[in-house]
């Protein structure tokens, strides 16, 4: 998914599911810079905290998304629909808040 981006993102957040060396090398050589913590048993690598930390408001942005039944079953055939109602459930979300 991160090939088809029109540019590279300047920071790529992760849970530990995605701490591998291999994972976080073909980030930077991308332009990237990994923000993923060490498995509990890894040697300890960069990692901004201020970074990691801000991660819950995404995931709370896909709990909320994920109230929406089309959104949450993935009930949408097409890509092109299925990112128009999470367009319109966000916006729902930004405008309910």
């Not at 591998?20 to 048993?41: A, D, M, Q």
């Not at 991660?55 to 629909?81: G, I, M, Q």
């Amino acid at each position: 998914m991160l090939d088809d981006l029109p540019y590279p993102p300047t920071y790529v957040v992760c849970d530990r599911g995605y701490a591998s060396h291999k994972f976080r090398e073909y980030l930077w050589n991308r332009g990237s810079r990994p923000v993923i913590p060490p498995r509990r048993n890894d040697a300890e690598v960069a990692c901004p905290k201020w970074a990691y930390r801000h991660r819950h408001l995404v995931e709370n942005l896909w709990a909320r998304l994920k109230e929406w039944r089309a959104v949450a079953t993935r009930y949408e055939k097409t890509a092109a629909s299925f990112l128009s109602v999470i367009l319109i459930a966000a916006t729902a979300d930004y405008i309910k808040a």
